[in-house]
Structures are given as C-alpha cells and as structure tokens.
C-alpha cells in the first residue's frame, strides 16, 4: 500500500519529467527557453518561451488521458497563471513590445506532446 506521500512523490517527478519533455519538444519547434517553473503571485508558469517576436507563457499538463490534460487547466489556474504572467513582465521590461500568448504542452502515456497555441486567454487587468 502506498503512502500519501509517496503519490504525492511519484506526482511531482511525473510533472518533473513532464516539463523536461515539452521543454525538448518546443526546442525542436525553434523556441528558445527564457525561463523554467516561475512563481510569483501564488502563480506558477511551467516554462516560459520564446520564438521570433513571440513569448510563449507554457503550461504542461501531464495525465494517463490526453482528454484528461485537456480538461485540468480549471478557470482558478488561468487566473493563477495570469497573475504570474503580469508579474514576470512587469519585471522583463524588455518583453513589452513582443507578442505574449498563453500555450500548453500535453503529455499522456504513449503519445506525442501535444502543443495547444494560445491554449488560452492570458488576463491581463
């Protein structure tokens, strides 16, 4: 029988490995990584990306269904994210004149990642 804490153990190091997955797979697509699990705000961002004039905000969802990662990012985690969004740009003042957008990577079991392009509104007021 396994602990609470062992689940909790074996899910961190689930979404460990996920990150690093989508992290490879958008270096493969030509973004350039700026950053990795930001947090700020009570807000986390998975990693944080660039292509040309693009910064791509990314969160990865790691499930046994590609359904299940499709469904996970819940109104509260868009406002969380946001939140961090703001945040990470009021202090990289650089990125004000680029385009920012809101992605994410699903990982599932047996699949390629998945990249949604602006997966998302990113709320920014």
Same mark, same amino acid.
């Given at each position: @029988?396994t602990s609470?804490?062992?689940?909790?153990r074996?899910? +961190?190091l689930? #979404?460990?490995? %996920?990150?690093?997955i989508?992290?490879? +797979?958008?270096?493969? =697509? #030509?973004?350039?990584?700026?950053a990795?699990r930001?947090?700020a705000s009570? #807000?986390?961002i *998975?990693?944080? @990306? @660039?292509?040309g *004039?693009?910064?791509?905000f990314?969160?990865? =969802?790691?499930? #046994?269904? @590609?359904?299940?990662a499709? /469904?996970?990012?819940? %109104?509260r =985690?868009r406002?969380?994210f946001s939140?961090?969004?703001?945040?990470?740009l /009021?202090?990289?003042?650089w %990125?004000?004149g680029?385009?920012w957008?809101?992605d994410?990577? +699903?990982i599932?079991?047996?699949?390629w990642?998945q990249?949604?392009? /602006? %997966? +998302?509104?990113?709320?920014m /007021?």
């Amino acid at each position: @029988m396994t602990s609470a804490l062992e689940r909790r153990r074996a899910t +961190f190091l689930r #979404g460990h490995r %996920a990150e690093w997955i989508a992290l490879l +797979f958008l270096i493969m =697509k #030509g973004y350039r990584p700026l950053a990795r699990r930001y947090a700020a705000s009570g #807000g986390e961002i *998975d990693l944080i @990306m @660039m292509r040309g *004039d693009t910064i791509a905000f990314v969160e990865v =969802k790691a499930r #046994g269904l @590609m359904d299940d990662a499709l /469904s996970a990012i819940t %109104a509260r =985690k868009r406002q969380r994210f946001s939140r961090a969004v703001r945040t990470w740009l /009021s202090r990289n003042a650089w %990125a004000e004149g680029r385009t920012w957008r809101a992605d994410a990577v +699903f990982i599932a079991p047996r699949r390629w990642p998945q990249h949604i392009v /602006s %997966a +998302f509104e990113l709320e920014m /007021s």
